[in-house]
């Protein structure tokens, strides 16, 4: 029996106009009726996911969230941390240089704001998606207690391809590098990815991986859909996350985390 779904926001549950839709909000309330706990896992802040909490009646006691890729870990209601692993300073010093070298756009997330040397459009787009203030920082000379998240080079789909290509083969052993979306490119701490997220949340339940759901659509989602007794990737899912899959869902507009539910949870009969 599955007693955890761990959900993605962007291209899973919600929907190309980020929205939940009715079917996806009826079959999550239908699991959580059967006891069975429902989390948002999501490369947001959780700030950005707060009105998705409250829609999903999540804000409550004993609910959780997994943030910013599996960096943040904690209780909805009380904002209490399960689990806290950001960057450095240093580490932001040395991708600051990365982008200079590679001409790519730049921006971190701190536990309050989008901070980012110049403004650019996707930088706009993090901070107008999760409804955080979006700043002009200087990077060489940013405030030493400033705390930060997570990194990431933002670009067009087509430069970030060739940025990738060009990243210091080193870097992938000093942190977790992923693919959210296919114009941000993220920097994490090495120890975190939403799997690190789900498991340590599972483990503080007191619930086995193979009691776990995780559905997701991106690259970031891998490390959670591996974990997962039952790893879904989305019908509109990139092709390196269905391979890792252990079932493919409908799309994201054709209510791909209501068919998961129906299906093995429900155990309703679907198409």
């Known amino acids: ?23 996806n909000l009826e079959a999550i309330q239908f699991a959580r009726r ?33 943030s910013y890729n599996g960096a943040v870990v904690q209780e909805v209601k009380s904002g209490k941390i399960i689990a806290k692993n950001v960057m450095s300073l240093d580490d932001l010093k ?12 730049i921006h971190a997330l701190t536990p309050n704001s989008c901070i980012t040397p110049k403004i650019n459009q996707y930088s ?37 391809n060739k940025v ?21 490119l993220e920097f994490l701490n090495k120890k975190v990815n939403k799997g690190f997220g789900v498991r340590l949340l599972a483990e503080k339940l007191g619930i086995k991986p193979s009691e776990v759901i ?16 039952l790893g879904v990737a989305m019908g509109n899912a990139f092709p390196e996350v269905k391979k890792k899959a252990d079932y ?7 209510d791909g985390v209501a068919h998961v539910i129906k299906k093995f949870v429900l155990k309703e009969e679907t198409a």
């Open 34 to 66: 059967k006891g069975i706990k429902v989390v948002l896992a999501t490369g947001r802040p959780t700030k950005g996911i707060e009105k998705y909490l409250k829609e999903l009646n999540l804000i409550d006691e004993n609910e959780y969230a997994v």
């Open 124 to 160: 706009e787009l993090e901070a107008t998606m999760n409804n955080i203030p979006l700043e002009i920082v200087d990077f060489d000379a940013i405030d030493k207690n400033t705390t930060i998240v997570k990194i990431m080079f933002v670009d067009p789909e087509e430069k970030l």
């Open 248 to 254: 493919v869902t409908k799309t994201n507009e054709e």
């Open 164 to 184: 990738i290509e060009l990243l210091p083969k080193e870097l992938y052993d000093k942190y977790t590098i992923v693919r959210s979306a296919p114009f941000f």
């Open 214 to 229: 995780c559905i997701g659509d991106a690259e970031n989602d891998i490390h959670m859909i591996e974990f997962a007794g």
């Open 94 to 105: 040395q991708l600051y240089n990365l982008s200079k070298e590679l001409n790519v756009n």
């Open 1 to 23: 029996m599955y007693k955890l779904i761990a959900l993605d926001m962007d291209g899973t549950l919600l929907n190309e106009n980020k929205e939940i839709s009715k079917s």
